[in-house]
Structure formats: C-alpha cells, structure tokens
C-alpha cells in the first residue's frame, strides 16, 4: 500500500498522559501535514513540514503539542499532558510541492479520559 | 481570518432525487477541493477544482467553481443510498498555496433514503 498510513489507530489514555502518534506520509512526497477533526467540525489545521523543516504552525498547536519529522520522512506528532479537549481525529496528510492534491491518512483517533 | 462556509449541513434525500451542495469562501484562492468522509473514516479526495469555470464530474457527483463570486458547487444527480456521506470544501490557506495547508468547511451530511 502506498498511502498514507498512521499508527496507532486508535488511542485511549487518561487524562495527564502523554501519547505520541505517527504519520508515514506517500513516499517522496515532501511536504507533510498535521489537522485536529473534533466531532461534526471539518479538519483544522495544525501544523506543516517541508522535508524535515516545521515551517508553519497553528495558534490552535499549544505548547504541549510538539511535532517533528527528523529525516524528513515519517512524522510525530506529541500531545503532553493530555485534556479531555484534545479527544479529536488526528489526521495527517502528505502532498509533493507543486502538486494540486492532499491525500489523507487513516487518522488516529484519541479519546482522553 | 478567512472562512468556508457550506450549506447546508445537513441534507436528507430521497434516491433518485437531484440536489446540490454549496460552498462559499472568502479568500481569493482559485483552488478548490472536495471530499468525502464516511463514518468513522479518513478523507476521500473527490474533485480538485483548479480554476475559475472548472467543472468535474465523476459518476453522479459534479463540481464546479467560481472564483469571482467565491463559489463551488457539489451536485448530486438521482442520489443513491451509496452517496450517504459528509461532503467537505476546502480551500487552501494561504493565497497561491504556496504552503498548502487547506481550510475546511463544517462538511454537509448527506443522508439518502430509499
């Protein structure tokens, strides 16, 4: 399969935890991103690379969210100190620089108790 | 702050019926995505619309887009239970796309009754 794939699919944890999910973008698609998608809302963004470069990074990505992508292939996305509020879809998606679409991962949905 | 707007949010139809779905935007992007999400399930890329008087078509689905009025549309020729879905707009965030991040609208649940 070469989509976008995420692990895990599903995440539970409690409240004060942290959790760390995993996107493996297309291959050689250089650009990778990060959207919240909270229930009945469209996808909000969060965050982008360029290759291994965080170039962009919503208001909506507080400071116990921390993204990286060291070799500028797969990403990780870590949520600290988790809150009932950040119970959401975690989708990432991948997309090559110049390119007209953005393909979707499966997601990662995370439920805080 | 730049806003997507989709209406309506929810639809019921009855199969074989003919509606559409718009989307308003408030940027200047003429670029216009859409998708389709099943319950419980990632984003399915349905049209990307690249410039003004863009229309797409794909089955019974067909999507349009006008840049000067900010507009797109979904039609949906004689539904069918299959096409029970969210639709979701989005444009891209930024003018020209150079960052490609995309803005969404709250979706359009599409519900098709026999």
């Known amino acids: 399969d070469t989509g976008v794939s995420q692990d895990p699919r599903h995440k539970i944890t409690k409240r004060g935890q942290n959790v760390t999910f995993r996107c493996d973008p297309i291959s050689e698609h250089n650009r990778l991103y990060w959207y919240r998608q909270t229930l009945g809302q469209g996808p909000e963004f969060l965050t982008y690379f360029q290759n291994e470069a965080q170039l962009e990074k919503s208001r909506l990505l507080s400071d116990r969210f921390s993204a990286e992508r060291p070799k500028g292939s797969f990403s990780t996305l870590e949520i600290q100190r988790t809150e009932q509020g950040d119970s959401a879809m975690y989708l990432c998606?991948?997309?090559?620089?110049?390119?007209?679409?953005?393909?979707f991962g499966p997601g990662t949905r995370l439920t805080v108790l | 702050e730049l806003k997507v707007e989709q209406n309506p949010l929810f639809l019921s139809m009855q199969e074989g019926k003919n509606y559409t779905i718009y989307c308003n935007y408030s940027t200047t992007s003429d670029r216009l995505y859409w998708y389709r999400q099943d319950p419980g399930k990632s984003l399915e890329s349905l049209f990307v619309?690249?410039?003004?008087?863009a229309v797409k078509q794909e089955g019974r689905l067909m999507a349009s887009l006008d840049t000067k009025a900010r507009l797109s549309t979904l039609h949906i020729t004689a539904a069918v239970h299959d096409l029970s879905a969210t639709y979701f707009c989005?444009?891209?965030?930024?003018?020209?796309?150079?960052?490609?991040?995309?803005?969404f609208g709250k979706g359009t649940k599409l519900s098709v009754k026999p």
């Open positions: 998606a991948s997309r090559l620089t110049g390119g007209n679409e953005q393909f």
């Open positions: 619309l690249l410039s003004n008087g």
């Open positions: 989005a444009v891209d965030g930024d003018y020209g796309g150079s960052q490609g991040n995309l803005i």
